[in-house]
C-alpha cells in the first residue's frame, strides 16, 4: 500500500472508509459543542521538549539552503514537526488564553509525525483524532465523565471490531500504594504498566528488585491491577483488599463516576481496569485505554486522561481531560484486512453519452442532478453502452443514466446496474435512495463473523 | 494572530469560517465525481526536484537522533516536506496507476509547506484544495472546460470578494511567437508573465536585450498580452494582430471552449486573458489564473493549467488539467481584516443547570437534541441565569434551554437570545431554523460596501 515504510496512503475506494470515519468523528464531536481547531505541523523544539522522554523520535525540519542560519541555529531556534496534539494544543491554550472561554472544549484531527521503528499499527506519519476540556484552574470530575460519553458515542458508531474502553484513575494507584506504605509510587506506576508484556511473576520481582517493594507489597500492587468491572462492583473489590487512604477514596469515587456516566454506548464497552497506568505520561487522575477486539496486538487505540498540569503560564493553571483516537492505528490494519468501500468515486451516477456532439445534453443531466445534492459525472468518451456500463461497474457506482436521444419521443432512462432494473426517469425528480447517495463500507468477512 | 512567522493559526470563530469554506469545497468537488485522496506529507528529495526550480524552498526533515544513518545518508535517502500537491499527486499516478481507473478525477486538500520569507498572502505552512483529472496517454479538451467549470462553481460558492478566473493557453502564445518568426518561444513567456510588477515599455526592452526580440516582435508580444475578453471575441482581436500559425489556430480553439464553457458562475468571472503565461512552469496548453477584487497584491490565490508531461513510467504518458486554491492565501488576509463566524463553537444550544443534582436532566435534554442532530452543549457550572446566558451570548451560541424544575408543572422554556423570545419547548420535538444549526460566516463591513 506504500512506497515509504511508514507512510501509509490508501486507493481511492480505502480512503472513503477513511471519509467515512472522519465524518462521522467530527459529526459526533460537533453535536457535543466540541469546537475545531489546527495547530501548525510544526513547534520549537523546546515546547516539544517540555514532555521529555520523547525526545528521540521527534523528527526536526530544516530549509535545504539555510543560508540566513534559519534552522542552523541553536537548540531553541530550531522547528519540529509535532509527535501528538496535546503539546501543541497546551501551548495553543497558553497562547491564545485572553481570547478563550472556558471551559473550552475542542476537537483536533491532524497528521502527526514520530521517527519511531515502523510496526504493525505504527507509523512515522499518522491521524490522531483528539478531544479535550481545559479549564481555568479548576475542572470539576463530571467533564471526565463527559469526555468518556463522547468518545465511546464517536467509537460506537465505527465500522470496527467490537470496542473495550478501559478507564482507571492514577489517584487509586497512588492512593493505594501510600496506604500500603510505599513511599515512591511514581517508581510503581511504570513497572505495572507493563502487564501488557510481562508476566505477572517477572512484575513482581521487579518491583522488589526496582521499586524497593517487598513482596507482599508487590503481591497487592498486582492484586489491585488485577481488578476489573463493567459497573461499580470494582470498588467493593478494591476496599476488600483492605487498604485505605484518602486519595484511594477520591480516586475511587472519580472512577465510580465515570464508569456509571460513559456506560451504555451500543458496541463499546467500558469497565473500570486497574491495570491501566498509563506508563510515564503526565496524567494526573482518569486514565483511558481502549482495546479493539481480534486486533488487540496494536495495543490502545485510544488513550488519554486527567492531566492537571500540563498547560500553565506562570499566573493561571488550565487542567485538562481529553482523548486521543489513534486513527492510522485503527483503521491501516482493518484496511490491510480487507475493510473498504462500494466505490472509489462519490459519484452515484454515470451520465451516459450518445455522441461527443450531444455532450451538452448530457452535461445538462448532471447539472440538474448535482442542483439536487446527487453526485454526477458524465462519461469520458462515447463508447459503446455495454462499455460505459462496465466502466461505472468497476468504479461502484450504482446508477448509469442514459439521456433521450435528440429529437425522439423517448424519455431517459436510468440503469440501477446492481439490480440490472432500468425505468423512465425525470432528471429533475429522480434521486436514487439515500444510502446510495454516498460510498457504503463494506466490512470484510471476519468482521461479520465474529461481531 | 500567529506567534511563529509563516505558520498562521485561527481562534476557533475564524477556524469555523475555513471549516464553512472546506465543506463547501469537498461539496462540490464531490457533486462532480471527483474523488478525495491524501498523499503523506513527506516525498524523497528526488522526488521533489523532479521539477526543478523550487528546490531552494524545500523543508528536509531527518530524525533528531539519526544514530541509524535514517536522514543522515546521501541525497536520495533525504526526505522533504512536499512544497505542493501537484508533484506527489502525478507520484501517486504512477506508483498506483495499475490499480486506478482513467480518466481520473481527484481532489486533495492538504497542508503544504515552503521556507519562503513570510509576507501578505505567502506562508511557510500553508493550505491547498486541489482539483486535477488524469488520463491515460490522452486527455481531450472537455476535460480542461470541465475543470475550470468546477472550480469557478466552487469558487463561486464561497464568502469573499469578486473573483476572476483568468484563462490562457501557452499554445496561444508559443504558436504566435513561432508564426512571428521567434525561434525561443520559450524564452519570451517568462518575461512577458513579468506583466504584473514591471512595466510594459520596460517588459519591451528585456524581450529585445534578454530574448533576442526585434522591437517590432516585442510590440506585437505585448499587443497579445493586452488582449482580454470574458467570450469568444478574443479570438479576433488575435486574428487581428495578423500572425498565423497552426499551433495558434490550434490554442484559439482550446481557449474557446474553455471560456465559452466555463463562462455563468454567479460572482466569479471568467475571461480569456492572453497575459497570464504561468512563469517557468510545466504547462503544456490551458493555464489559468485567479484575482481577488480589493485583494489583487495577492497575486493569483488559484492557479493551474494542463500538463501533458508530468507524470509518466517509461511506458505511459498521463496527462492532466487541474487547478489549485489557495485556500489559506484566500483566508488568512480575509480573516485578518474580520471575515469570521457568528460563533466559536459548533453548539445551537446551551442547555442550563438548575443546580449540579440536577445535571442529569439538563444531560437528558441534550441527548435528546442531538438525536436529532442539534449541536447542543451542557452549562459548565449551575451559575445564576443571566451568567449563563451572557456565557452563551459570549460564544454566539443561539439558544438557551431552560430544563423544567423537576416535581414542577412548568413546561421546558427556550430562549432565542438574539430577540430575547423565550417559549415552551418540547426536548422531542422543538428545533432551530435549520440556518440556526452550523455556525454562519458573518462579512465584514468592506465587503458588503463593495459588492
Redesign the interface.
Known amino acids: 500500500m506504500?512506497?515509504?515504510s511508514g507512510?501509509?496512503?490508501?486507493?481511492?475506494a480505502e480512503?472513503?472508509v477513511g471519509?467515512v470515519v472522519l465524518d462521522h468523528l467530527r459529526s459526533v464531536f460537533?453535536?457535543?459543542?466540541?469546537?475545531?481547531?489546527?495547530?501548525?505541523?510544526?513547534e520549537?523544539?523546546d515546547t516539544l521538549l517540555r514532555k521529555g522522554e520523547i525526545?528521540?523520535?521527534?523528527?526536526?525540519?530544516?530549509?535545504?539552503?539555510?543560508a540566513d542560519g534559519?534552522?542552523g541555529g541553536d537548540r531553541g531556534d530550531v522547528?519540529?514537526?509535532h509527535f501528538d496534539l496535546t503539546v501543541p494544543f497546551a501551548r495553543?491554550v497558553v497562547?491564545?488564553a485572553g481570547?478563550?472561554?472556558f471551559?473550552f472544549?475542542?476537537y483536533q484531527i491532524q497528521?502527526v509525525?514520530r521517527?519511531e521503528r515502523p510496526q504493525q499499527g505504527r507509523f512515522r506519519?499518522f491521524v490522531q483524532a483528539d478531544i479535550d476540556i481545559v479549564?481555568k484552574d479548576e475542572l470539576?470530575i463530571?467533564f471526565d465523565v463527559e469526555i468518556a460519553q463522547v468518545m465511546a458515542e464517536a467509537l460506537a458508531g465505527l465500522p470496527v471490531p467490537p470496542l473495550t474502553l478501559q478507564v482507571s484513575n492514577r489517584k487509586i494507584l497512588e492512593g493505594f500504594y501510600l496506604g500500603l506504605g510505599i513511599t515512591e509510587p511514581t517508581a510503581v506506576m511504570p513497572i505495572v504498566d507493563k502487564l501488557d508484556k510481562v508476566p505477572a511473576d517477572k512484575i513482581a520481582l521487579l518491583l522488589q528488585s526496582d521499586a524497593g517493594l517487598t513482596a507482599a507489597q508487590a503481591a497487592s500492587c498486582l492484586a489491585l491491577a488485577g481488578i476489573s468491572a463493567a459497573d461499580d462492583s470494582f470498588v467493593a473489590a478494591v476496599r476488600a483488599l483492605g487498604v485505605t487512604h484518602p486519595l484511594l477514596d477520591e480516586g475511587l469515587e472519580e472512577l465510580r463516576r465515570v464508569v456509571v456516566g460513559a456506560a451504555g454506548a451500543d458496541g463499546v464497552e467500558v469497565v473500570a481496569d486497574l491495570r491501566i497506568a498509563r506508563g510515564l505520561d503526565y496524567y494526573t487522575g482518569t486514565v483511558f485505554e481502549t482495546r479493539m477486539a481480534r486486533y488487540e496486538h496494536l495495543g490502545s487505540i485510544c488513550s488519554g486522561g486527567r492531566y492537571d498540569q500540563l498547560a500553565s503560564d506562570g499566573k493561571a493553571t488550565y487542567p485538562g481531560v481529553g482523548i486521543s483516537l489513534g486513527v492510522s492505528r485503527l483503521l491501516v490494519p482493518l484496511i490491510a484486512d480487507g475493510l473498504t468501500a462500494d466505490r472509489?468515486?462519490?459519484?452515484a451516477v454515470l451520465v451516459a453519452l450518445i455522441d461527443e456532439d450531444t455532450?451538452p445534453a448530457s452535461v445538462a443531466v448532471a447539472v440538474a442532478l448535482?442542483a439536487r445534492?446527487?453526485?454526477?459525472?458524465v462519461a469520458?468518451?462515447a463508447q459503446k453502452y455495454g462499455k460505459q456500463i462496465r466502466?461505472a461497474e468497476?468504479?461502484g457506482i450504482p446508477f448509469v443514466w442514459f439521456p433521450a436521444p435528440l429529437d425522439s419521443e423517448d424519455e431517459h432512462q436510468v440503469k440501477d446496474i446492481r439490480s440490472g432494473d432500468q425505468a423512465d426517469a425525470d432528471p429533475a425528480t429522480w434521486a436514487p435512495a439515500a444510502t446510495d447517495l454516498k460510498p457504503r463500507i463494506l466490512t470484510p468477512p471476519a468482521k461479520e463473523q465474529n461481531t
Do not use: C, Q
Open positions: 506504500t512506497k515509504l507512510f501509509p496512503e490508501f486507493l481511492p480512503r472513503n471519509l460537533g453535536l457535543h459543542g466540541f469546537a475545531s481547531i489546527e495547530t501548525r505541523a510544526v520549537p523544539m525526545d528521540k523520535e521527534v523528527y526536526t525540519i530544516r530549509r535545504l539552503h539555510a534559519d534552522g522547528l519540529a514537526l495553543y497562547e491564545n481570547k478563550l472561554d471551559p472544549r475542542r497528521k509525525w521517527g506519519e479549564a470539576p463530571h472509489s468515486v462519490p459519484s455532450r448535482r445534492g446527487i453526485p454526477t459525472e469520458a468518451s466502466n468497476r468504479r
